[in-house]
């Protein structure tokens, strides 16, 4: 049955199936099979999953992966799977990913990195992750960022100062 010619069958047989029959669906031709696997699959053998061809299976396994084991999704090809990464890696390791391409995900690191490490990206090019920057960073920041080229920016550092205690 894990051989059947209708994905259908291997879909219930994924969802069903006693989990040592989930490793040898893991490679199923069919992206649901596979998604539905790697929902099911024990943690330890997950990461035998990250490098499947569908961003979707892998976005599956991110979501379930142990947090301390995310790091080789880091630099996935897909935006979604890296997003998911963003929100669930250790606040630690976020400077591994402060940089990526995606100011999407970039914007997330904003929010969660250490506020120690938030000035290396207070030079953000977009001007969405300087403003996440000026709503988290502490009064020495803030007063740099006052001569941002963006007003929501300088804006909300502005606003920030104000509401600090002296």
Request: charged share 35%; no cysteine; glycine share 2%.
């Amino acid at each position: 049955m894990l051989t059947d010619p209708d994905e259908a069958v291997r879909r219930v047989l994924a969802y069903r199936a006693p989990l040592e029959w989930l490793l040898e669906l893991s490679n199923d031709t069919d992206r649901e099979v596979r998604i539905t696997v790697a929902d099911r699959l024990p943690e330890q053998q997950l990461e035998l999953m990250v490098k499947d061809p569908d961003y979707l299976v892998r976005v599956y396994v991110a979501k379930r992966l142990p947090a301390g084991r995310l790091f080789r999704l880091v630099s996935d090809p897909d935006n979604e799977v890296r997003r998911t990464v963003a929100e669930r890696i250790p606040a630690v390791s976020l400077g591994l990913i402060a940089n990526d391409a995606e100011t999407g995900i970039r914007r997330i690191v904003a929010q969660q990195i250490d506020v120690a490490d938030l000035e290396m990206m207070s030079k953000d090019d977009d001007w969405t992750v300087r403003y996440e920057v000026a709503l988290r960073a502490k009064p020495d920041l803030l007063q740099q960022m006052l001569e941002d080229a963006e007003e929501e920016v300088r804006l909300a550092a502005r606003q920030r100062l104000e509401a600090s205690p002296a």
